[in-house]
């Protein structure tokens, strides 16, 4: 739910009730991933969406029947081969989507409330919420803040249970990652099963762009579109403004070096080099390529490459540090004018991101969507 937290916020701080429906698991191919979310308050208003249009209609009536009688229900959709009119995805894959209702008098509604509250204020949060397990337990919530306090909400079942719980979520924040987990009732991976969603909310990514230039203004469009946060850092005045950069969240007008000195990144963020100039690049990628980042790419020609890669050998950068560069930047898709440069330059972002390979999915016997890395798991230190 914490996908459509700006206008859900507003909802449950209006007094309205509401029910939310969840993607909690998804097999095979399907539109949307764990957390997509769609809601609907009592007067039938429905925001968000959970399978592109495929069972939005079906969804839509589960959520309305949870309002009116209070209950939470998990349920399967998939695609029958024997009725292909049935309720179900048309693309082939199952989802499991827990319909939660979120009324004035359930106890869960202030912790998803404040999980909702830190979504849609940009900070980051992971809400668990019980999937499957004991009747009364399910739909419960427990609030995971990054900073070590204290857990907001819980189960109600058994301390262990929360402590464990908590200890999970913590991993799935860090890892910026939403899905599900299995635990026993008490906490241990032993006893009645339960199924958790862990649902992470996370500011969003950043992109820093350096070299104020056209195909940099096409790149920051198709940046902010992708969900980024995007900076435009230049050294020279005149090119870093707002007037040609007016989606960038971000003007920064200093020597690319000092200000990736001094600005704050960290493994999601991405960085684009497009000054294609020495006296830029070099001081700029000796210090990138060694910054815990997702992605490093630099503009220019293979004949630039070759420059830039021995005059970064000259200042001390290592092979393996060179590896991370991804130069010339972007995948090749023939691209010439700024749009289909920046198009290229965020295929391979995207690519890098979610582990795609880059090749036409047209023959190509590899998933459609690949899953993301698990996160690893909370150490836990012996007793001394």
Known sequence: MLDIAEELYRWVEQGRDVAVATVVAVGGSAPHGPGAALAVDADGTAIGSV?????????????????????????????????????????????????????????????????????????????????????????????????????????????????????????????????????????????????????????????????????????????????????????????????????????????????????????????CVLTHDAKFDIPLLRLALRLPVAYVGAMGSRRTHLDRDERLREVGVTARELARLRSPIGLDLGARTPEETALSIASEIVANRRGGTGAPLTGARTPIHHDPAPPPKPRVDSPA
């Open 51 to 271: 399978s592109g249009g495929c069972v939005e209609g079906a969804v839509y009536d589960l959520c309305r029947q949870a309002l009116e009688d209070g209950e939470t229900v998990l349920q399967r959709f998939g695609y029958s081969d024997e009725d292909a009119f049935a309720v179900g995805l048309t693309c082939g894959g199952v989802i499991d989507i827990l319909v939660t209702p979120v009324r004035a008098a359930d106890p869960a509604r202030p912790v998803l409330a404040a999980a909702l509250r830190a979504a849609a204020n940009g900070r980051a949060a992971a809400l668990a919420r019980i999937v499957s397990g004991p009747r009364e337990l399910t739909g419960r919530a427990l609030l995971v803040h990054p900073d070590a306090t204290a857990p907001e909400g819980g189960f109600g079942a058994h301390p262990e249970l929360d402590r464990t719980v908590a200890a999970e979520a913590a991993a799935f924040l860090d890892a910026g990652r939403t899905g599900t987990l299995e635990i026993g009732a008490r906490g241990s991976r032993c006893g009645s099963p339960l199924t958790v969603l862990v649902e992470s909310a996370v500011p969003p990514p950043r992109m820093i762009v350096f070299g104020a230039i056209d195909f940099a203004s096409a790149l920051v469009r198709i940046g902010t579109f992708l969900g980024y946060r995007v900076t435009v850092c230049d050294a020279r005045p005149v090119f870093a403004t707002k007037a040609r950069f007016p989606q960038a969240d971000e003007i920064v007008v200093d020597w690319p070096h000092r200000y990736l000195e001094r600005t704050e990144v960290d493994g999601r963020t991405v960085l």
